[in-house]
């Protein structure tokens, strides 16, 4: 069976190295970048099954990136793993195409199972 293919986005290098190393396990993370145009870029170089980005990054916020990608790559799934908890930013990353959105306090918990439930949508 065919490993899902992950693009991981964050500018706290930390976290990126952590939510790598927990994913991997299950997926192939085909590539991990720490602002929004190198994850424009990477997506459109890379067409991962699914995005995991953060929402505050540099040079491009994630959600905009996601706009951007997900006008030219519909298919890729797109999940915000931030610390942003308020609703507004919950909405504007649904509005961008968001398959999912979890919290950095609770990545351990939900993060495999938001790849899972957006990669079932791709089926």
């Given at each position: 069976m065919?490993r899902?293919?992950?693009?991981?986005?964050?500018?706290d290098?930390?976290?990126?190295?952590?939510?790598s190393?927990?994913?991997?396990a299950d997926?192939?993370?085909?590539?991990m970048?720490?602002d929004?145009?190198?994850l424009v870029?990477?997506?459109?170089?890379?067409?991962p099954?699914?995005?995991?980005t953060d929402?505050?990054?540099?040079?491009?916020?994630?959600?905009?990136?996601v706009r951007?990608i997900?006008?030219s790559l519909?298919?890729?799934?797109?999940?915000?793993?931030t610390m942003?908890?308020?609703?507004?930013?919950?909405?504007e990353?649904?509005s961008?195409?968001?398959?999912?959105y979890?919290?950095?306090?609770?990545v351990r918990?939900e993060?495999?199972?938001?790849?899972y439930?957006?990669?079932?949508?791709?089926?």
């Amino acid at each position: 069976m065919k490993r899902t293919r992950i693009l991981l986005a964050d500018d706290d290098l930390q976290m990126l190295a952590a939510i790598s190393k927990f994913l991997r396990a299950d997926f192939e993370v085909v590539d991990m970048v720490s602002d929004g145009h190198s994850l424009v870029e990477a997506a459109f170089k890379l067409r991962p099954d699914v995005i995991v980005t953060d929402i505050s990054m540099p040079k491009l916020n994630g959600i905009e990136a996601v706009r951007q990608i997900r006008g030219s790559l519909p298919g890729t799934r797109c999940i915000f793993l931030t610390m942003h908890d308020a609703h507004g930013y919950r909405k504007e990353a649904q509005s961008a195409g968001g398959a999912g959105y979890v919290l950095k306090s609770s990545v351990r918990e939900e993060l495999q199972h938001a790849v899972y439930h957006a990669i079932e949508a791709l089926a």
